[in-house]
């Protein structure tokens, strides 16, 4: 396509981008409001037996017809399966058990901090000083977040865990993007995403296992104020979401629409206002400063050199 999109398409895209933007962030509210009611790797399980039952009677007629092309990168999907599925959201769910929605969703948005930086050193792509200036803006803030303030913490080691985990979440979830990007040519982006939750789901299983063996003595804990949170996760964070959001790329581009990925914690904050009754205060409000600075540079990309040339009088 050469024409410029129509503006009503234009705007039809980014309510998609906000509404999958939205849905991912009452992940985090689950994450941090069932804290004391499920335990965290069964909320996850639960989160993608439900995906893998909602999406089943839509994907396993291409699942059957790409096996032989599916068999073949085995590897490929064992490996982003577990990073992105079993491992990413669990340790969200692990770090919603000590910290705020609001940090969860705060730290969430470096992920694509962590891509350019592993996108230099495997591609060699172009690192400039802006970005730079950005990735430095963005992990200040991240480090002023997680040590609410006090940098001298940093000499002692006294970061809040949960932060640490979901620091770790995001690193995985930019190396789970950047596998994305090595998708098997034969295979369908529905097949793709079926096929993660699946092996995810069953590489997740024996954690699972394991856990029910801890927590056994706090007895039922799939009750009226779970089940609901499960199915939302399991429905909406995980399907929803990701169609709402793959319309959004396609009407506006990757780059339009992973600015608006960037209002996650405004929606993470109010909701965590309403429902969890999280205040924020100045250090979480300055931290947000900082990093949607740091992303809004890394964002900007330079004129290319054949457009300054053609400016010049």
């Known amino acids: 396509m050469t024409g410029k999109p129509h503006p009503h398409s234009l705007a039809v895209g980014y309510l998609f981008a906000l509404g999958a933007t939205a849905i991912w962030s009452g992940n985090f509210i689950?994450?941090?409001?069932?804290?004391?009611?499920?335990?965290?790797?069964?909320?996850?399980?639960f989160r993608w037996m439900t995906a893998v039952l909602v999406f089943a009677p839509f994907a396993v007629k291409g699942l059957i017809q790409e096996w032989p092309a599916i068999r073949q990168h085995l590897v490929y999907f064992g490996i982003t399966s577990f990073i992105g599925i079993t491992s990413f959201n669990t340790f969200i769910y692990i770090a919603g058990h000590t910290t705020t929605a609001m940090n969860?969703?705060?730290?969430?948005?470096?992920?694509?901090?962590?891509?350019?930086?592993?996108?230099?050193?495997?591609?060699?792509e172009?690192?400039?000083?802006?970005?730079?200036?950005?990735?430095?803006?963005?992990?200040?803030?991240?480090?002023?977040l997680i040590t609410k303030g006090a940098l001298s913490t940093i000499m002692n080691i006294s970061?809040?865990?949960?932060?640490?985990?979901?620091?770790?979440?995001?690193?995985?979830?930019?190396?789970?993007?950047?596998?994305?990007?090595?998708?098997?040519?034969?295979?369908?982006?529905?097949?793709?995403?079926?096929?993660?939750?699946?092996?995810?789901?069953?590489?997740?299983?024996?954690?699972?296992?394991?856990?029910?063996?801890?927590?056994?003595?706090?007895?039922?804990?799939?009750?009226q104020t779970t089940i609901p949170a499960i199915l939302y996760v399991g429905i909406f964070a995980s399907l929803c979401a990701f169609v709402l959001w793959n319309q959004a790329i396609v009407t506006l581009g990757p780059s339009k629409a992973g600015m608006v990925y960037y209002t996650l914690p405004?929606?993470?904050g109010v909701l965590g206002v309403l429902f969890l009754n999280e205040t924020?205060?100045?250090?979480?409000?300055?931290?947000?400063?900082?990093?949607?600075?740091?992303?809004?540079?890394?964002?900007?990309?330079?004129?290319?050199?054949?457009?300054?040339?053609?400016?010049?009088?």
Not at 126 to 144: A, D, H, P, R, Y
């Open 266 to 268: 405004l929606f993470s």
């Open 159 to 223: 970061f809040a865990i949960g932060d640490l985990w979901m620091l770790a979440a995001s690193i995985l979830f930019a190396v789970y993007s950047l596998l994305l990007k090595q998708k098997p040519q034969r295979i369908s982006v529905n097949t793709l995403q079926f096929t993660c939750f699946v092996m995810g789901l069953f590489f997740l299983l024996p954690f699972f296992v394991w856990e029910q063996g801890q927590v056994s003595a706090q007895g039922n804990y799939l009750n």
């Open 30 to 45: 689950v994450a941090r409001g069932l804290s004391d009611h499920i335990p965290p790797v069964s909320l996850a399980f």
């Open 126 to 144: 172009v690192f400039s000083i802006q970005k730079g200036i950005g990735v430095v803006l963005v992990l200040t803030g991240v480090v002023f």
């Open 104 to 124: 969860l969703s705060l730290i969430a948005i470096t992920f694509p901090i962590f891509i350019m930086i592993f996108s230099r050193i495997l591609y060699q």
């Open 280 to 313: 924020i205060g100045l250090i979480r409000f300055l931290s947000m400063v900082l990093i949607f600075s740091g992303i809004v540079m890394t964002n900007r990309d330079a004129k290319p050199a054949a457009q300054k040339k053609s400016e010049k009088p």
